[in-house]
T-cell receptor, first 116, second 109 residues
Framework: DAEITQSPRHKITETGRQVTLACHQT?????MFWYRQDLGHGLRLIHY???????NKGEVSDGYSVSRSNTEDLPLTLESAASSQTSVYFC???????????????FGEGSRLTVL | QQPVQSPQAVILREGEDAVINCSSS?????VHWYRQKHGEAPVFLMI?????EQKGHEKISASFNEKKQQSSLYLTASQLSYSGTYFC??????????FGAGTTVTVRA
């Protein structure tokens, strides 16, 4: 079955370190998204991509970067981790192999990041 | 810009009804509704496209008022399994969703 997986599921790091969260989907979706979830704020969009070599900033992109070198993966990098980036991160994808886009988001299980 | 959801939380007894509202300051192309159980990923419930379509699944239905830029989710005859946090996601024709802060629903026996 097609799926979307994130790794690591849990990570503890120190302020100033670079961290990369992986996201891999086998849906063959064109659209991929990274959200962070914090209490009281719901899900906020960090970066998104509509296809290979395409990346766009979301509403809370400062301190984060992404790259899209193939259809399946959209890794999220924190260049210099800060305590304010302690959060749960969700990757999601949408679209369909047939080209039609229902818009429904399929979420990964989430990555809990703690920055000390 | 994130849509505004209300109420923030609601407590129900089994069999009671509830309404969750979602409003946007920008014109909407579609509205999505998701439910998230504690410690899990959000799960898709339904999508409503502009045109005022009302869709439903079992006893959970929703409406979309394009003119008012609002959507409402209706939980009818609630069950224990309906407990969770409900999020509306608004989309403006660009396939990316902005989510509200969520509404926590607790259904008690």
């Amino acid at each position: 079955d097609a799926e979307i997986t994130q790794s690591p599921r849990h990570k503890i790091t120190e302020t100033g370190r670079q961290v990369t969260l992986a996201c891999h989907q086998t849906w063959n979706h064109n659209n991929m998204f990274w959200y962070r979830q914090d209490l009281g704020h719901g899900l906020r969009l960090i970066h998104y991509s509509y296809g290979v070599q395409d990346t766009n900033k979301g509403e809370v992109s400062d301190g984060y970067s992404v790259s899209r070198s193939n259809t399946e993966d959209l890794p999220l990098t924190l260049e210099s981790a800060a305590s304010s980036q302690t959060s749960v991160y969700f990757c999601a994808s949408s679209g369909s192999p047939s080209g039609t886009n229902t818009g429904e988001l399929f979420f990964g299980e989430g990555s809990r990041l703690t920055v000390l | 810009q994130q849509p505004v959801q209300s109420p923030q939380a609601v407590i129900l007894r089994e069999g009671e009804d509830a309404v969750i509202n979602c409003s946007s300051s920008k014109a909407l192309y579609s509205v999505h509704w998701y439910r998230q159980k504690h410690g899990e990923a959000p799960v898709f419930l339904m999508i409503l496209l502009k045109g005022g379509e009302q869709k439903g699944h079992e006893k959970i239905s929703a409406s979309f008022n394009e003119k008012k830029q609002q959507s409402s989710l209706y939980l009818t005859a609630s069950q224990l399994s309906y407990s969770g946090t409900y999020f509306c996601g608004t989309e403006h024709g660009d396939y990316k969703l902005s989510f509200g802060a969520g509404t926590t629903v607790t259904v008690r026996a």
